[in-house]
């Protein structure tokens, strides 16, 4: 199989508000734990490694971040949940900002929940999932750090966090932006979401 090419993307605007945003043709939004590598995974499509500040610190996205591809769609960079040392003052702004985006955001496809493949899913991820489905906001589960699970372990872990997911063994794409697993499978995903209906 041909591998797929980077994503030709560019960074537009970082927003507060879902009605400061530009109009799109079609958008997916990336979301997950704080730590859970969204930022690395968006390097890694791009094959760029500053199209996205990758920090140290966890919790560093505290806006609604746009990346426009060469064909005019969109990707969504949504602050990462559940990290206490932001602000609260910050933190407080965070769930009505990203759920008026979730709800009022026109023309976007679905939503890419990332779960971190070292340690599962955690409550925080399996309410997100669940608001995302009381919601009826279409989403697609992708397990990052796929090579910080030792191999011998990877069947297993796979299984265990499809099942507390509520979904199927293939219904979960593992990939590792370091180590470029299955980054090219994503390219092609993310080029499919993104298809104007």
């Known amino acids: 199989m041909a591998s797929a090419p980077p994503l030709q993307m560019q960074f537009v605007m970082s927003a507060s508000d879902v009605d400061q945003l530009p109009d799109t043709p079609s958008e997916i939004a990336i979301v997950g734990r704080s730590n859970v590598g969204k930022s690395s995974l ?61 709800l009022g955001r026109e023309n976007l496809r679905l939503v890419v929940v990332l779960l971190d493949g070292e340690v599962g899913p955690t409550a925080l991820d399996l309410d997100t999932l669940g608001w995302m489905e009381a919601n009826e906001v279409p989403y697609r589960l992708v397990a990052t750090k ?33 180590k470029n697993v299955n980054i090219d499978q994503m390219r092609a995903r993310v080029r499919e979401w993104l298809r104007p209906r």
Request: charged share 25%; hydrophobic share 35%; proline share 4%.
């Open 146 to 178: 796929h090579d910080k699970v030792k191999p011998s372990q990877r069947d297993k872990r796979k299984k265990d966090l499809s099942a507390k997911c509520g979904v199927g063994v293939t219904d979960v794409l593992w990939v590792s932006a370091s």
């Open 42 to 102: 968006i390097n890694a499509l791009a094959n760029r490694n500053q199209l996205a500040k990758v920090s140290k610190t966890p919790g560093r996205t505290q806006l609604l971040n746009l990346f426009e591809l060469d064909d005019g769609t969109t990707i969504m960079d949504l602050p990462g949940y559940g990290y206490a040392k932001v602000p609260a003052r910050v933190r407080a702004t965070w769930g009505s900002m990203i759920e008026g985006y979730l």
